[in-house]
């Protein structure tokens, strides 16, 4: 029964082996963007900087791109920038590598390994749309860029149809205005005339109220009087 026992420890520690060494240490070559996914349309999350020591826990079969622990930081590097020591000297890491240096080769879902990495990061709250690939995602968010552009369009078109709206109304209102002013200024230079007018007659009038100056300087007797 011991015996039996330990056959089963051994066989998983077996089984364990191969996950545990499944990983390599590499060295970055150049000062490199570490991103959220396998592309360089993926954001980036650091910059490695040249001859840094970085974990490799895997490479994509499809494309040269392997998943990198910094500095317990997670992200993609390019395999052309990533060396690794195989056979006493550094080679670039690619698929003819992978199983000589314990590299598994691994594929890459948003979601996991957003979920996994980038929780706190601002642009896993468009995990969604980076689902589906950064080519969709710069797609979907060009058309978005044109929607809003087209919307601030249309809104700017409308306000200065506002305002124009708005200074005609205003000019139509200076306008009657001015006339009114106009009207009124008028109305009082005739009102002005029709007052002057009436003074003359007045005047006039008066002065044929007026009596004759000879009808106080006659005095009795006089022969320049009338009788």
Do not use: H
């Amino acid at each position: 029964m011991k015996n039996l026992f330990v056959k089963i420890a051994a066989a998983g520690l077996l089984m364990l082996a191969p996950a545990i060494a499944e990983a390599a240490e590499g060295y970055s070559t150049a000062n490199v963007n570490m991103r959220a996914g396998p592309s360089t349309r993926y954001p980036a999350v650091a910059v490695i900087p040249a001859g840094s020591s970085i974990e490799i826990r895997g490479c994509l079969s499809d494309v040269n791109w392997c998943d990198v622990e910094f500095y317990g930081g997670r992200g993609w590097v390019s395999g052309q920038y990533v060396q690794a020591l195989y056979q006493q000297r550094r080679v670039y890491v690619g698929p003819q590598y992978y199983r000589p240096l314990g590299i598994p080769m691994i594929r890459f879902s948003v979601d996991n390994y957003w979920d996994r990495y980038y929780r706190n990061r601002d642009f896993y709250r468009e995990r969604d749309r980076w689902s589906r690939g950064p080519d969709y995602y710069y797609r979907d968010r060009d058309n978005r860029d044109r929607d809003r552009d087209r919307d601030n369009r249309d809104r700017d078109r409308s306000w200065r149809e506002r305002d124009r709206d708005r200074d005609g109304r205003d000019r139509d209102r200076d306008w009657r205005d001015d006339n009114q002013r106009g009207d009124r200024q008028r109305g009082d230079l005739q009102r002005g005339d029709l007052q002057r007018g009436d003074r003359q007659g007045d005047d006039r009038r008066g002065d044929d109220r007026r009596p004759d100056r000879r009808d106080f300087d006659c005095r009795p007797g006089d022969p320049s009087c009338d009788e």
